[in-house]
């Protein structure tokens, strides 16, 4: 219910509140009406779509580190690699440039020249006069000019003609066949002789042209085969052989786990002996044939053990050559 004041009441003044809202602009085509949604705030920048802002986060950032990572790694083996295979071609090549050809003979020194090889046909024509003279001679002094070595020779070839007389057995047929055989410095021919022997007549090239290989024409050792196996010396003497694998084990060489047997056999088919080898020496693998049976020419240092209760079984000591024919000095 009012009451009308009167003269004594002091009446509470009036407050109008003061209107503090900002007053709305006038809506014009300038300004339209916004719409009354507040939108939330975005954080700086995600108004560009650009991948460049997109914010990352702690473990993303260390899932591309690890990628980054591998991927330098990686790049760096593959580098190596491809450096690795450069150098090795670059290898190759320089190994294939300076290693000669295996059918082409090396390159001779600057200011050397190269000896051109032989033909066939030119050592036919220079052999074939010295074997007709060599097998026609009836006298040491007729053959020692065409022999190797003769100044080590002459004392071999005279022993072994008493009185310097040779029987000749002369020349019907020399490379027969087409059957020269080369091995480095020497060269042999196959030869039949006047009563139809087929022989092996061998040259040797020296500073003086082709001479023939005294020795092995005439099967010589350093001791007569007769006063080898009746005077058993323990010390080695060279002898040319055949030598055929068998199996005979006695006396002092009764074990076949410690020796191999051979047969060793002269030149001139008169006498053989048992040589053994002591298995898996290195001069066993020198002297085993390529194949069980076969028959093999050497040349060997043999002699009889100490107390030898056999005239037949010596012991092989030394390896000196295959074949006949020492290539260099003559034993």
């Given at each position: 219910?009012?009451?009308i004041?009167t003269?004594?009441?002091?009446?509470?003044p009036?407050v109008v509140?003061?209107?503090?809202?900002?007053?709305?602009?006038p809506v014009?085509?300038?300004?339209?009406?916004?719409s009354?949604?507040?939108?939330?705030?975005k954080?700086?920048?995600?108004?560009?779509q650009?991948w460049?802002h997109?914010?990352?986060?702690?473990?993303?950032r260390?899932?591309?580190?690890?990628?980054?990572?591998?991927?330098?790694?990686?790049g760096s083996l593959?580098?190596l690699v491809?450096?690795?295979?450069?150098?090795?071609?670059l290898?190759?090549?320089?190994?294939?440039?300076?290693?000669?050809?295996l059918d082409?003979p090396?390159?001779?020194?600057?200011?050397e020249t190269?000896?051109?090889?032989?033909?066939?046909?030119?050592?036919?024509?220079?052999?074939?006069?010295?074997?007709?003279?060599?097998?026609?001679?009836?006298t040491?002094?007729?053959?020692?000019?065409?022999?190797r070595n003769?100044?080590v020779?002459?004392s071999?070839?005279?022993?072994?003609?008493?009185?310097g007389?040779?029987d000749?057995?002369?020349?019907?047929?020399?490379?027969s066949g087409?059957?020269?055989v080369?091995?480095?410095?020497?060269?042999?021919?196959?030869?039949?002789?006047r009563?139809?022997?087929?022989?092996?007549l061998?040259?040797v090239?020296?500073?003086?042209g082709?001479?023939i290989?005294?020795?092995?024409?005439?099967?010589?050792?350093?001791?007569p085969?007769e006063?080898?196996?009746?005077?058993?010396?323990?010390t080695?003497?060279?002898?040319?052989?055949v030598?055929?694998?068998?199996?005979?084990?006695?006396?002092?060489?009764s074990?076949?786990?410690?020796?191999?047997?051979?047969?060793?056999?002269?030149?001139?088919?008169?006498?053989?002996?048992y040589?053994?080898?002591?298995r898996?020496?290195p001069?066993?693998?020198?002297?085993?044939?390529?194949?069980?049976?076969?028959k093999?020419?050497?040349?060997?240092?043999?002699?009889?053990?100490p107390?030898?209760?056999s005239?037949?079984?010596v012991e092989?000591?030394?390896?000196?050559?295959?074949?006949?024919v020492?290539?260099?000095?003559?034993p």
């Amino acid at each position: 219910m009012l009451r009308i004041p009167t003269s004594t009441d002091n009446p509470q003044p009036l407050v109008v509140p003061v209107n503090r809202e900002v007053p709305k602009e006038p809506v014009t085509a300038e300004n339209p009406v916004k719409s009354g949604k507040r939108r939330r705030k975005k954080p700086d920048g995600t108004g560009d779509q650009s991948w460049e802002h997109t914010p990352t986060s702690s473990r993303g950032r260390r899932g591309e580190q690890r990628r980054m990572r591998m991927m330098l790694i990686c790049g760096s083996l593959l580098f190596l690699v491809i450096v690795a295979g450069v150098m090795v071609s670059l290898l190759g090549q320089k190994a294939r440039v300076v290693a000669p050809p295996l059918d082409k003979p090396p390159a001779a020194p600057a200011g050397e020249t190269v000896k051109a090889l032989p033909t066939d046909a030119e050592l036919v024509s220079e052999a074939e006069p010295l074997a007709r003279k060599f097998l026609h001679a009836t006298t040491v002094e007729g053959i020692l000019p065409l022999v190797r070595n003769p100044e080590v020779a002459e004392s071999r070839i005279r022993r072994f003609y008493p009185g310097g007389k040779i029987d000749a057995p002369g020349l019907s047929g020399f490379n027969s066949g087409a059957g020269l055989v080369t091995r480095g410095s020497l060269h042999s021919f196959p030869v039949q002789t006047r009563d139809h022997r087929e022989m092996v007549l061998a040259f040797v090239e020296t500073p003086q042209g082709l001479r023939i290989d005294w020795e092995s024409w005439v099967g010589w050792s350093d001791m007569p085969w007769e006063e080898f196996i009746s005077t058993k010396p323990v010390t080695s003497h060279v002898f040319r052989v055949v030598l055929t694998p068998v199996e005979y084990y006695n006396f002092g060489f009764s074990d076949d786990l410690k020796w191999q047997s051979y047969r060793l056999e002269s030149p001139d088919n008169e006498h053989a002996v048992y040589g053994y080898v002591e298995r898996n020496s290195p001069l066993y693998v020198q002297i085993r044939p390529d194949a069980d049976g076969l028959k093999v020419s050497l040349t060997l240092a043999l002699k009889f053990p100490p107390d030898a209760k056999s005239g037949n079984q010596v012991e092989i000591e030394r390896f000196v050559c295959n074949g006949w024919v020492e290539e260099g000095a003559t034993p």
